[in-house]
């Protein structure tokens, strides 16, 4: 009798939360255009904007979390957060552990960075990635010696002090860096790697991720993907 | 445009020299960096007294007559000082939080028929989670930092019953025997003369405990929790002007050297206070320390 009128009660909330249920968006907040903190301290760049309007075309509350990229797929297998939407591009090696969406970017052609002027050996020279991304993996299997560093800034900081000849990232991450300081240059060398970036969610979580798709190809549609991504110089349309 | 302390941080890039700076340190999101001194010190305040509850009762269980009990004390101290911190904060962590929502599942979703572990995932009824997914960003941040404090406590607590079980054996056994002589019991002779004259012998090694505390709250990124480092390494960071109003080169120089001194500081006035402690502890005992303040004083 006690079960019966646990699982009753256990119903009418399902039933009465099913409306406010709360999707927690997992982010890093230091990859911009992507993600980063803004001023005021909250989650801002291209993805705060996509995964706004996602949740507003599924009709979801969403509420966003910042986590360190290192242990960003642990915290979501272990329901810390429901989604990840962080720059992350869809490879077989995630997708293996997680689910992904459509994806949102095209392949982002990555770039490289390096102090201005400075004649780099992409074969056989020190070349910074953060760790665990794709780019760490291209360079790892490039002949190239890999440093790795947790945060993105500190990749560009290690070329700035001559700890690495070079760091390799995502166009749109290093391409305002390069314009808006003298020291440090894009060179004219790229690497398409990667399938596009996409959000990640639980393997378990299929309705979830069909909202999201379907929120996707819409937005896809209708032309508001390409004014975001054009808005925030993301690599190239759909 | 952004909300600030003074009117004239509306347009930050017309802005030099010192009203620049005072506009930038005022943003929004300096008050969070500000703010996370506060999570920092709170942290040391509730972890340092649980810590020491645990490493009293972890003491008071790795001697206590029963086997058992005394075995699970000292499996305690052994198992938590053997293991790194960092597995201990990188794990231990989400197995708690994952224990307390399979707790809360089989409690409220009996009727649930899908399996909890599904691969790689872990996922509990709706109504299991710990916070619920809809409840306030306040109350998932204050859960986060409850995982803290427990952890912090678990791990220093280990350390802290190491030390307290090597200073209740410090207390000569004299003192005790004739506490017995005068009939106590032996909770009272416990509780009566052996506590209080442990703590001199202890304190060193708690003292010793504390510093490595403070230095140790950085882990809290680990937790998930943004504290001081992380908002140092966050705003020190080169920001280019198309994200920010207030770009600026790699200052995290300067923002570690804030921390640097702020946990100078902090051990410098702890150490003050913890040789005040210590005076008053040994006065009246019967250590080379006590026996100097009583020369001194006659």
Request: one cysteine or more.
């Amino acid at each position: 009798m006690k079960k019966l009128i646990l699982g009753t009660a256990a119903l009418a909330l399902t039933a009465s939360m099913g409306m406010t249920d709360t999707v927690r968006m997992g982010t890093e907040g230091a990859y911009p255009p992507y993600n980063f903190i803004n001023d005021k301290g909250e989650v801002d760049g291209f993805e705060r904007e996509l995964g706004d309007e996602l949740c507003k075309r599924a009709k979801l509350t969403c509420e966003w979390v910042t986590n360190e990229w290192d242990s960003i797929i642990p915290n979501l297998v272990s329901g810390n957060y429901d989604t990840i939407i962080a720059g992350m591009s869809i490879t077989d090696e995630r997708d293996e552990v997680i689910d992904f969406t459509q994806n949102y970017t095209q392949p982002d052609p990555s770039g490289y960075l390096a102090l201005s002027g400075a004649d780099v050996d992409l074969k056989g020279g020190i070349i910074a990635a953060q760790t665990g991304t794709i780019q760490a993996a291209f360079i790892a299997s490039s002949g190239a010696t890999l440093v790795e560093f947790s945060t993105p800034d500190d990749t560009i900081a290690a070329v700035r002090n001559g700890e690495a000849d070079a760091v390799m990232a995502d166009d749109a991450y290093l391409r305002p860096i390069a314009d808006e300081n003298d020291d440090v240059a894009l060179l004219d060398q790229q690497e398409l790697i990667g399938g596009g970036v996409g959000m990640g969610l639980r393997e378990s979580d299929g309705d979830l991720k069909a909202k999201f798709d379907a929120a996707i190809a819409s937005m896809k549609d209708d032309g508001t993907l390409n004014a975001l991504l054009a808005k925030w110089e993301i690599g190239p349309g759909f | 445009m952004i909300f600030q302390m003074f009117s004239y941080c509306n347009d930050p890039s017309i802005l030099e020299g010192f009203n620049w700076l005072s506009c930038y340190l005022t943003t929004p999101k300096h008050m969070n960096f500000y703010f996370s001194f506060g999570t920092v010190l709170l942290l040391l305040a509730i972890t340092a007294p649980t810590a020491l509850l645990f490493g009293f009762g972890g003491a008071m269980a790795a001697r206590a007559h029963n086997t058992a009990l005394s075995w699970f004390g000292k499996a305690y101290i052994a198992v938590v000082r053997g293991v790194p911190d960092i597995a201990f904060f990188l794990f231990f962590v989400i197995a708690l939080d994952q224990g307390i929502e399979w707790l809360m599942h089989h409690a409220v979703c009996s009727d649930w028929d899908e399996p909890i572990r599904r691969g790689n995932d872990f996922v509990v009824c709706p109504q299991a989670k710990v916070p619920l997914s809809s409840a306030s960003q306040w109350a998932h941040k204050s859960y986060g930092f409850a995982l803290a404090v427990v952890t912090f406590a678990i791990v220093f607590g280990a350390f802290a019953a190491n030390i307290l079980f090597g200073a209740m054996r410090a207390v000569p056994r004299a003192q005790i025997e004739t506490a017995e002589a005068y009939g106590m019991t032996h909770r009272q002779a416990f509780w009566r003369v052996l506590v209080p004259q442990m703590w001199v012998f202890a304190l060193p090694g708690l003292s010793n405990l504390w510093m490595v505390l403070i230095k140790a709250t950085p882990l809290l990124f680990l937790l998930g929790i943004e504290d001081i480092v992380y908002w140092a390494r966050e705003m020190g960071g080169a920001k280019t002007a198309k994200f920010t109003a207030y770009p600026h080169s790699d200052w995290r120089m300067w923002y570690f050297l804030t921390l640097l001194g702020f946990y100078l500081a902090f051990t410098r006035i702890s150490e003050i206070a913890l040789d005040q402690l210590m005076k008053r502890l040994a006065h009246g005992q019967a250590t080379a320390a006590g026996e100097a303040q009583r020369r001194a004083n006659t």
